[in-house]
């Protein structure tokens, strides 16, 4: 493993906050080195310093798209969190669909969305009500849109096949014999239901214009990763990027409390909901 001196450390993690926003504190030397050396020697670089120029210098984007898988912590899971998918299947979902019956365009985002559990759970929980309903055609007024940074990550959730230890954790029984196919050790998400979902590479960093307004965002462990200073930002540009009366969801363990006047904090169950007014 080769090793990182300050100097180094400065550059490559001013170097990371810059591309991708992630926030690398003083003591964390240990994952430049464990997530970086291989690319390090890959590309033929004697140290760190020699490896941030050659990124620096990298016009085609294909180094920088590598530091940044490395640097990315794709940690997800199917129905990840029981509190927000309680309110998701029993609150959202209904509502979601009722609108979607007034012939009302519903959006739904999936900010941060990895290899695709959070989209395809949420996919999941829409198509058993809508079928229930015997309203599947209320389907085709619901768009799902996941984003991530890392294109790695994407490509497994734009290819929605998982391995048997992925399918295992958090994936209720009935929905794995209903949308899955096991094909020797991988398991298919629906190959036709997918196409429900559209991904795309997207920074966070950047402007939300493009993307619309959303009756619905996920954005789930992934601000833990930011500076206070940027999870400012990154929630003021939700909140535009909200319709009224409409919630961004956060991770368990994450508060938008000192970081954003801009939504109302209500709950449900033990579910805590950021509305905006």
């Not at 050396?37 to 310093?49: K, P, R």
């Not at 899971?77 to 209904?94: C, G, H, M, Q, T």
Request: net charge positive; glycine share 4%; charged share 25%.
């Amino acid at each position: 493993m080769i090793k990182v001196n300050q100097l180094e450390y400065t550059l490559m993690q001013t170097y990371i906050e810059d591309i991708c926003g992630i926030h690398l504190e003083k003591g964390k030397e240990y994952l430049i080195e464990s997530r970086l050396t291989d690319l390090v020697i890959e590309n033929g670089c004697a140290s760190f310093q020699a490896f941030h120029s050659k990124a620096q210098s990298d016009s085609s984007g294909k180094l920088k798209d590598r530091i940044v898988d490395a640097m990315t912590t794709n940690e997800t899971l199917f129905f990840r969190d029981n509190s927000a998918w309680e309110y998701i299947k029993e609150i959202a979902v209904p509502l979601l669909l009722d609108k979607a019956e007034k012939n009302k365009k519903v959006r739904i985002w999936s900010a941060a969305a990895s290899t695709g559990q959070e989209a395809y759970s949420l996919l999941m929980l829409l198509h058993d009500m809508a079928k229930v309903r015997g309203k599947l055609h209320l389907l085709d007024k619901i768009e799902i849109i996941g984003t991530d940074i890392s294109t790695s990550a994407l490509f497994l959730a734009i290819s929605a096949r998982y391995d048997a230890m992925t399918i295992a954790r958090g994936t209720p029984p009935d929905k794995k014999q209903t949308y899955f196919t096991q094909n020797g050790n991988v398991w298919e998400f629906d190959q036709i239901l997918k196409k429900r979902v559209t991904f795309r590479q997207f920074n966070l960093q950047n402007s939300f214009v493009s993307l619309g307004k959303f009756d619905l965002i996920l954005c789930r462990y992934v601000a833990i990763y930011f500076s206070e200073q940027f999870k400012r930002k990154l929630f003021s540009k939700m909140a535009q990027s909200l319709n009224s009366g409409c919630v961004l969801m956060l991770g368990a363990t994450e508060s938008l409390r000192g970081l954003s006047d801009d939504f109302k904090i209500r709950y449900y169950k033990d579910a805590v909901l950021n509305e905006k007014p």
